[in-house]
């Protein structure tokens, strides 16, 4: 029995017509009768009562049918699925955090799309927290981040600790540590720009850990809105901020960076994805950061978070 059987008949049944379901079908009328006496010799009953006009079922032909309606109505359901698949499978959204266009990432999924042509590529800008949400909502399928967040339907892949540097003015009392740099407790003085102002956790709340690990407590820390603010600001002579180690290639005039050499002062990227995923893009993606990274003279953890 093949599945053209079965809607040769519901289409007789709803035509209620051998000629009228020929036509619909697009086919002649004796072929049409001869696959529907064919599909009543495979079942051995009969589907329609004989010589009754216009056609009707026998008991066994209803039940037949309804049978019939849900096989039909169900392949074409998964079908649609099945395409729906295969297009998600075709386009990968990723999720990033902003500070990570200034590091590998780029680099990345520059290599991941001449590797890939076939792919398309979305880039979704997201906190790492929203990052998580969006990925058990099928918005994005990879998601790279800073933050260390925990949730059981999330696979998270430690692939570096990136140092934190502090960005001054290059006139600031500070300059005097550029080249030998220097322990956070020596900075709680001073005016200290965080940011984002996003919902937390965030990128500033792991900057407070990192102090709060180390038993200390800065006294003027300030929120602003983005790094690119914080940064305009210590240009100003405002004050000064800690940024990621591959922020500093922002480039604004009048800035100076500072080493800073507490060991707990640095921020882990990560890439998360969904925990059961088996998508033929994920083992793609962790080559080419495999590959850049090792172009980069730069260790890669590879670590399960």
């Not at 922020?247 to 100076?256: C, E, H, P, V």
Request: with cysteine; proline share 4%.
């Amino acid at each position: 029995m093949e599945l053209k059987h079965l809607r040769y008949f519901v289409t007789v049944v709803e035509e209620q017509s051998i000629t009228k379901a020929a036509d619909k079908l697009c086919i002649a009328q004796p072929p049409l009768s001869r696959q529907i006496q064919k599909l009543e010799e495979e079942l051995g009953i009969t589907l329609f009562e004989r010589g009754s006009r216009p056609i009707k079922m026998t008991e066994a032909g209803q039940f037949f049918y309804e049978h019939s309606v849900q096989i039909l109505t169900h392949t074409a359901q998964a079908t649609s699925m099945a395409q729906r698949i295969n297009a998600v499978d075709q386009t990968v959204r990723i999720g990033y955090v902003s500070s990570l266009l200034y590091a590998l990432l780029p680099q990345i999924i520059y290599l991941f799309r001449q590797r890939n042509p076939d792919m398309h590529v979305e880039l979704i800008e997201y906190g790492t927290c929203d990052q998580i949400e969006a990925l058990k909502a099928g918005k994005i399928d990879l998601g790279f981040g800073r933050l260390r967040l925990i949730d059981p339907s999330i696979k998270r892949l430690l692939l570096r600790k990136e140092r934190l540097l502090l960005a001054i003015h290059k006139n600031h009392h500070l300059a005097e540590f550029i080249e030998s740099g220097l322990y956070l407790s020596q900075i709680l003085e001073e005016a200290i720009f965080s940011y984002p102002k996003t919902p937390k956790p965030n990128f500033a709340t792991a900057v407070q850990s990192i102090f709060t690990e180390l038993g200390l407590v800065p006294k003027k820390l300030i929120e602003v809105r983005e790094i690119h603010m914080a940064l305009g600001l210590v240009s100003s002579g405002e004050g000064i901020c800690l940024i990621p180690e591959t922020a500093s290639d922002i480039g604004m005039k009048n800035l100076a960076y500072i080493p800073i050499l507490d060991v707990e002062a640095h921020s882990a990227i990560s890439l998360s994805v969904r925990n059961m995923d088996q998508s033929s893009y994920i083992p793609k993606i962790l080559d080419c950061i495999q590959d850049v990274f090792k172009n980069e003279n730069i260790d890669l953890h590879m670590d399960n978070i």
